[in-house]
């Protein structure tokens, strides 16, 4: 049975940081991208970063770009998410993701088969 779990969430201050992790399990997808989205209330969940699993190559958002670093650790079928420079609107539920199968995008909900419970990480004022 598949699964993501991600840990490291939390409430920080504006201008602090965290590191998100996400611990894959029943499968390994080394060979395929994973990802983070998150939702904050009210709002569609959106793409936040990704990195592919063949050449490392990393995308992400506007908004969270020089500020958040996505990274993967194989042998532990790990993804991280580093994020510094932490603002309010930020806040939101962070879901981790994974491809099942290889796909030609990394930007919406669809091109992943794979998801975590989510983490909660609130920045306040």
């Known amino acids: 049975q598949v699964q993501l779990v991600e840990s490291g969430g939390g409430l920080v201050q504006a201008g602090g940081s965290l590191r998100l992790s996400c611990a894959a399990s029943?499968?390994?997808?080394?060979?395929?991208?994973m990802g983070w989205f998150r939702q904050a209330p009210g709002k569609e969940r959106e793409f936040v970063a990704t990195?592919?699993?063949?050449?490392?190559?990393?995308y992400y958002a506007h908004s969270v770009k020089a500020r958040f670093t996505i990274s993967r650790d194989n042998a532990k079928n790990t993804v991280y998410l580093q994020m510094n420079s932490l603002k309010p609107e930020d806040t939101a539920v962070y879901y981790c993701?994974?491809?099942?199968?290889?796909?030609?995008?990394?930007?919406?909900?669809?091109?992943?088969?794979?998801w975590g419970q989510g983490t909660q990480v609130t920045v306040s004022s």
């Open positions: 990195i592919r699993g063949t050449s490392g190559t990393t």
């Open positions: 993701a994974a491809q099942g199968r290889y796909r030609q995008t990394y930007y919406g909900r669809a091109e992943y088969d794979y």
């Open positions: 029943g499968r390994t997808f080394s060979m395929y991208a």
